[in-house]
């Protein structure tokens, strides 16, 4: 999958790989296009603290679902876990969810903060669409 770097670029001009530990990245051409190997897991949690927010792990999950699916759209994650909480479509009426094909979402994960972030279940960390 090929990401541009300007996308990840911390605006403290942090390395890319400050936002993606333990991701190997290869140089395409001038050190603007990137492959990223390993990104198959996308995170969303509403309560992550969003200093960076680029979906690569609990701590940078992106807070919107819309921007998750934006990402998996593109190609760049293939799974998505969401944290519990309510998550909304969008600001006008029409607004929906789309995944991509491929794609998966799933809900129920405990998220950011909690002692095991990757706890699944779906009764106890409710996950809700609403839109």
């Known amino acids: 999958m090929l990401i541009r770097f300007e996308e990840f670029l911390g605006q403290d001009g942090s390395e890319i790989g400050d936002f993606y530990p333990g991701v190997r990245f290869d140089a395409l051409s001038s050190g603007e296009d990137w492959i990223v190997s390993?990104?198959?897991?996308?995170?969303?949690?509403?309560?992550?603290?969003?200093?960076?927010?680029?979906?690569t792990c609990w701590a940078y999950a992106y807070q919107d679902l819309q921007d998750a699916l934006?990402?998996?759209?593109?190609?760049?994650g293939s799974e998505i876990?969401?944290?519990d909480g309510v998550y909304g479509s969008g600001d006008n009426y029409s607004d929906s969810f789309t995944l991509?094909?491929?794609?998966?979402?799933y809900g129920g994960y405990a998220g950011y903060?909690?002692?095991?972030?990757?706890a699944r279940d779906p009764?106890?960390?409710?996950?809700?669409l609403s839109g």
């Open 38 to 55: 390993d990104v198959k897991t996308v995170y969303v949690d509403r309560d992550a603290p969003g200093t960076v927010q680029n979906g």
């Open 70 to 76: 934006a990402r998996a759209a593109r190609g760049c």
């Open 81 to 83: 876990r969401v944290a």
């Open 100 to 105: 991509p094909e491929g794609g998966s979402v």
């Open 113 to 118: 903060g909690t002692a095991d972030p990757d």
């Open 123 to 128: 009764k106890r960390y409710q996950t809700i």
